[in-house]
């Protein structure tokens, strides 16, 4: 069963995966807090880069299977035009202004 984005509990979460689902890379990048990091099954990442390669021109979209911790972590069904289909885990920081921080993704 799938989550409508418009029902994501958090905003910067339901943000974020509006505009990768979007891939409206302005966005995105406005979400981000100063100095945001990333990691992709335990690796920290260059995140222009990683997120270059992963959503942006490989036209990633998720859909939300399930959300705990307030919104902020996330099951989704990922795919993208390089890996296919995989479910993944995404886990959110936000800060005090509402922007993301940092996000951790995975393999599920």
């Given amino acids: ?12 979460v339901r943000a974020f995966v509006s505009a990768v ?18 990691a992709d099954d335990g690796s920290d990442r260059d995140l222009d880069e ?15 299977e399930n959300e705990s911790r307030g919104g902020r972590a996330l099951i989704a069904r990922y795919r993208n035009d390089s890996w296919g289909e995989m479910r993944t885990r995404w886990t959110f920081t936000v800060d005090e202004h509402g ?3 940092r996000f951790e993704t995975g393999q599920a």
């Fill in 1 to 12: 069963m799938t989550i409508q984005t418009a029902k994501l509990s958090d905003p910067a």
């Fill in 21 to 38: 689902n979007a891939h409206d890379r302005e966005a995105f990048l406005a979400l981000l807090a100063p100095g945001a990091t990333m």
């Fill in 50 to 64: 990683w997120t270059d390669r992963e959503i942006f021109s490989s036209h990633g979209h998720m859909e939300v």
């Fill in 99 to 101: 922007r993301i921080a």
